[in-house]
């Protein structure tokens, strides 16, 4: 899911203004304007360059650039004390501080990310703009509460896949009574 899924939420789902209601005509003007300018964009490249060499570029950009952002995001939210409520119980602070995390990445990366890793802040207050998050977590003491997850633990995190009603968190294949994780096919 991690590898197919988001290149073709990125280069195809993306491109349809499917969550947007009809009567949201500038959100589809915004969508068709986008696809229109990609259109432009990589058919006058095309036509400089080639169709091959651009969609080779595009596809050494794009595809590991997609799947490293949707893992970026997903690991924020699977960790195993994360705090998932359902509708009437659902608190947006609550939701925010203990539903994401803070991943701390170096220096480079959180450039890199656009500072991705304060997804916490972002979701409390999502107009902060990407370059004010770290000042913002800094700033007030409520977000030293938030979880934090290392670059290190991140790479576990695609184990968590699970919610537990019961035990009230995320499970591992491995940790759930009587099933065993998909094991790869053996090879002769």
């Keep these: 899911m991690l590898v197919l899924f988001p290149p073709l939420v990125f ?4 491109r349809l203004p499917y969550d947007a209601p009809l009567g949201w005509g500038r ?12 259109i432009v964009f990589y058919g006058g490249l095309s036509l400089l360059l080639g169709v091959w060499p651009v969609v080779a570029g595009v596809v050494a950009v794009i595809l590991p650039a997609s799947i490293v952002g949707v893992w970026l ?18 608190d947006r602070v609550a939701a925010s501080l203990a ?3 803070y991943l701390r990445l170096p220096a480079v990366l959180r450039w890199l990310t656009a500072s991705i890793g ?14 004010l998050l770290e000042a913002c977590h800094q700033a007030h003491p409520a977000f ?3 979880r934090v ?12 896949l699970l919610w537990d009603e019961e035990a009230d968190r995320m499970v591992t294949f491995e940790q759930v009574d009587g099933v065993r994780a998909p094991q790869p096919p053996r090879t002769a």
């Design 11 to 14: 280069l195809m789902l993306y």
């Design 27 to 38: 959100e589809h003007r915004s969508v068709h304007l986008t696809n229109l300018s990609l």
């Design 73 to 90: 995001f997903s690991v924020q939210h699977r960790f195993e004390d994360v705090h998932w409520a359902r509708h009437a119980a659902w």
């Design 99 to 101: 539903g994401s995390s």
């Design 118 to 131: 304060f997804h916490h802040i972002h979701h409390l207050a999502p107009r902060i703009p990407n370059y």
């Design 144 to 146: 030293a509460t938030a």
């Design 149 to 160: 997850v290392t670059l290190r633990e991140a790479f576990s995190a695609p184990d968590h």
